[in-house]
């Protein structure tokens, strides 16, 4: 979990949630796979990739992580019966300086008297740097902070649900700046006259921040259908590109868009936005329990 001061510096109420990342499951009594003993050291990122190596490394990059938990686990006694999932990846944005990405992986093991232990890698956020360079999100831990109440239409047949019944769309922002920039995020709303401003905060630099990356979540933004306009103003960052604009489509909160954009700053405080291009669930972030836990705690 975060420490206390990252989460007292938001502008509204903050809370840290761990991310889910075991699965109990039931040992066989069977041994039908070499038992791992020891882990394998994780890949090296290539030296100056193109998207397909970048998207290839990730996949080994998971695998390994995800296999090197189950034979951790074990301790001094190897894990038997080890199942290691098809890892996968998906493009979310590449810039100038390299790829973000979300990688994915599943893997189990039995554990003698313990019984199974399962781990599920799921939208694990990396930057892979077009200089060879590679940073990926610590996994334990999202900062949560949530509007006051979800942006919705006067005419319920405007909304796209009920948002006193299902929670609003979600904006994931990850940080591989080490919390070094005060990253300002607004929200607009486009589709009836003028932009109408909906939502607006700014996530503050901080010296007790996870380096080199964390999640942060602005939960329950809106549940009218049609188009926003998402901007991302880092004052500090790099002077040739100190912000980022993407138009967001709210239309199915099964879709991906719904909880799925996400906004990344790199080391220099450069922002971009970007969608998973994806449909597997495993590699697109939410729904996160930001929302709801922080409607009931309030």
Same mark, same amino acid.
């Given at each position: 979990?975060?420490?206390?001061?990252?989460t007292?510096?938001?502008?509204?109420?903050?809370?840290?949630?761990p991310?889910?990342t075991e699965?109990p499951?039931?040992?066989?009594?069977?041994d039908?796979?070499?038992?791992?003993?020891e882990?394998e050291?994780l890949p090296?990122?290539?030296?100056?990739?193109?998207?397909?190596?970048?998207?290839?490394?990730?996949?080994?990059?998971?695998?390994?992580?995800?296999?090197?938990?189950?034979a951790?686990?074990?301790g001094?006694?190897?894990? /038997?019966?080890?199942?290691? *999932?098809?890892p996968?990846a998906a493009l979310a944005?590449?810039t100038?300086?390299?790829?973000?990405l979300f990688?994915?992986?599943r893997?189990?093991?039995e554990?003698?008297?313990?019984?199974?232990?399962?781990?599920?890698?799921?939208e694990?956020?990396?930057?892979?740097? /077009?200089d060879?360079?590679?940073k990926?999100a610590?996994?334990?831990?999202?900062?949560?902070?949530?509007?006051?109440?979800?942006?919705a239409?006067?005419?319920?047949a405007?909304?796209?649900v009920?948002?006193d019944?299902?929670?609003g769309?979600e904006?994931?922002?990850? /940080?591989?700046d080490?919390?070094t920039?005060?990253v300002?995020?607004?929200?607009d709303?486009?589709?009836d006259?003028?932009?109408?401003?909906?939502?607006?905060t700014?996530v503050?630099a901080?010296?007790?921040?996870?380096?080199?990356?964390?999640?942060?979540?602005?939960?329950?933004l809106?549940v009218?259908?049609?188009?926003?306009?998402?901007?991302?103003?880092?004052?500090?960052?790099?002077a040739?590109?100190p912000d980022a604009t993407?138009?967001?489509t709210?239309?199915?909160p099964?879709?991906?868009?719904?909880?799925?954009?996400?906004?990344?700053?790199?080391?220099? *405080?450069r922002p971009?936005i970007?969608?998973p291009d994806?449909?597997d669930?495993?590699?697109?972030?939410?729904?996160?329990?930001?929302?709801?836990?922080l409607?009931d705690e309030?």
């Open positions: 979990t975060l420490p206390a001061s990252l007292g510096c938001l502008d509204r109420a903050a809370t840290t949630t991310r889910p699965t499951t039931r040992p066989t009594p069977r039908t796979a070499t038992p791992l003993a882990t050291p090296d990122p290539p030296d100056s990739p193109d998207e397909a190596e970048a998207l290839s490394f990730v996949r080994e990059y998971e695998r390994v992580a995800a296999r090197n938990e189950i951790e686990y074990a001094d006694a190897p894990a /038997r019966n080890p199942e290691i *999932g098809e996968s944005v590449a100038e300086a390299g790829f973000y990688g994915a992986c893997a189990s093991g554990y003698d008297d313990r019984g199974g232990y399962g781990i599920n890698r799921h694990v956020p990396h930057f892979v740097g /077009r060879g360079t590679h990926v610590p996994w334990s831990a999202v900062v949560c902070e949530s509007a006051d109440r979800p942006f239409a006067d005419d319920p405007a909304n796209v009920d948002p019944e299902y929670y769309a904006l994931h922002l990850f /940080r591989f080490g919390a920039h005060d300002r995020v607004l929200v709303y486009l589709d006259g003028p932009p109408q401003p909906i939502f607006s700014t503050a901080s010296d007790d921040a996870p380096d080199p990356a964390y999640e942060y979540v602005l939960a329950g809106a009218c259908r049609g188009t926003y306009r998402v901007t991302v103003d880092v004052a500090d960052a790099a040739d590109d993407a138009t967001w709210l239309s199915d099964d879709a991906p868009a719904w909880t799925g954009l996400s906004i990344f700053v790199g080391d220099d *405080g971009a970007g969608l994806a449909e669930d495993s590699l697109v972030p939410g729904p996160s329990l930001c929302a709801t836990q409607r309030g």
